[in-house]
C-alpha cells in the first residue's frame, strides 16, 4: 500500500514542521517574544552579550561535536578537557610561561586527550559513551589534582584583555567571544558540506560496516573527529579563563550534558546519521535563552539542571519514535 501524502496547505505546514530546525527557530522566537514583554532587560545590548557569552564556548565545543555524533560517536570528555587544558594553561601563565606558548600548551592537551578518546574507541573496542564517561571522569580527578582543587588567579594582564578587552578576533564591533564562536560554526558548517571527508559522516552514522566496504576509512575519520573535538574543548577552556580572569576549580563541569542536550534538541541523533550545524546552533541558543530567562525571573538556577536532564530524556524518546515510526 502506497503512503498518502497530504496536500496543499495542510501538507505544506505538514512537511515544514517536520523540519527540526523550523521547529527550534519558532520555540526560540516564542521565547523570545515573551522574554521581551516580559523582562524590559531582555532587550538590552548587555543582556544580548550576556545570552552570546553563555552559548560561545558552548558552540565552540558543539561545532565539530556535531559532526562526530552524526558519524555515530560521542564524547562525554568534553567538559574535563576544557577545564583540565585550561588549568594547563593557567598554571604555565603563573609560571611565568610566554602566552602563545602556555595557550598552545592548553590546546595540545586538548588535542591529546582528544586522541587519547579515539584510542580507546579505535584501538580497545569501548563503545565511545563508556569510553569518554571514563576519560571524563579521570581528567576530571587530573585536572582538580593539578590545581589542588583550588582557583587559578593572576594571570597577566595581556592574556585576560584577550577576550575582555576583545583583543583577540575582535573585531568589526563583535567581541572576541562571539567572533571565535562564529568563526568555528563557520568552518565546522563548510566542512561537513562541503569536504567529502567530513560529509562522510552521515554514511557512517547510518550504516558503520557499509562505509567500510565502499572505502571509507573510519578509524582515521573518528581519530580526526575526536583530536579535532580535543583542541576546541581547549579553545574553549582558554577563552573562559581569559574571560574569567581566573580558572575556577568548577571550570567545565556540567558542560558536556548542556551542550550534548542542545545538540538532541538540535536534531543531532545519539545514534547517527542525523543533524546539522544550524540545528546545533538553534538548539544552544535555545538553552541559553532558557537560562537567561531563569536568571531574568529570579528562579533557582538549579532549576536549569532539572531542564536539562529533562529535556535530554524528551528528545532521546523523540528521536527514537520518529526512527520507529520511519521504519
Known amino acids: 500500500m502506497e503512503k498518502q501524502v497530504v496536500s496543499g496547505p495542510r501538507g505544506i505546514i505538514r ?8 521547529v527550534i527557530l519558532l520555540l526560540v522566537l516564542l521565547l523570545g517574544v515573551f522574554m521581551s ?57 603563573n609560571a611565568g610561561t610566554a602566552i602563545p606558548l602556555a595557550m598552545l600548551a592548553g590546546l595540545v592537551t586538548g588535542v591529546l586527550i582528544g586522541l587519547l578518546n579515539a584510542f580507546c574507541v579505535v584501538r580497545l573496542k569501548v563503545l565511545p559513551m563508556i569510553a569518554t564517561m571514563g576519560t571524563w571522569m579521570a581528567f576530571k ?38 567572533m571565535s564562536m562564529l568563526i568555528v560554526t563557520v568552518i565546522a558548517a563548510f566542512l561537513l558540506k562541503y569536504v567529502s571527508f567530513f560529509h562522510q559522516a552521515y554514511f557512517i552514522g547510518s550504516n ?14 573518528t581519530f580526526v573527529l575526536y583530536m579535532l573535538i580535543g583542541l576546541c574543548a581547549a579553545f574553549a577552556g582558554v577563552l573562559a579563563i581569559s574571560r574569567y580572569g581566573s580558572a575556577p576549580a568548577s571550570l567545565g563541569q556540567g558542560v558536556e550534558f548542556r551542550v550534548i542536550s542542545a545538540l538532541l534538541i538540535g536534531g ?15 538548539g544552544i541558543l535555545l538553552m541559553a535563552l532558557i537560562a537567561n530567562a531563569l536568571t531574568l525571573f529570579g528562579i533557582d538556577t538549579n ?17 527514537e519514535f520518529n526512527r520507529r515510526r520511519q521504519s
Open 37 to 93: 514583554i516580559r523582562s524590559p532587560q531582555f532587550l538590552t545590548a548587555r543582556n544580548f552579550q550576556i545570552v552570546g557569552n553563555y552559548m560561545a564556548t558552548d558552540m565552540i565545543i558543539g561545532a565539530f561535536l556535531t559532526i562526530s555524533l552524526i558519524a555515530g560517536n560521542t564524547d562525554f570528555s568534553v567538559g574535563s578537557n576544557m577545564g583540565c587544558s585550561a588549568f594547563v594553561c593557567g598554571l604555565l601563565l
Open 268 to 282: 543531532v541523533s545519539l545514534n547517527g546519521g542525523e543533524g546539522s550545524i544550524l540545528g546545533t546552533f538553534l
Open 141 to 178: 580527578g587530573v585536572g582538580l589534582m593539578i590545581i589542588n582543587s583550588s582557583t587559578l588567579s593572576n594571570f597577566p594582564r595581556d592574556f585576560k584583555a584577550l577576550v575582555q578587552d576583545n583583543q583577540f578576533l575582535g573585531f568589526l564591533g563583535i567581541p572576541s567571544l562571539l
Open 15 to 22: 512537511r515544514i514542521f517536520e523540519i527540526r530546525e523550523i
Open 208 to 221: 558503520p560496516e557499509s562505509a567500510k566496504l565502499s572505502g571509507i576509512n573510519v578509524k582515521r575519520f
Open 303 to 319: 532549576l536549569q539542571n532539572v531542564l536539562i536532564g529533562s529535556i535530554m530524556v524528551i528528545s532521546v524518546a523523540i528521536d
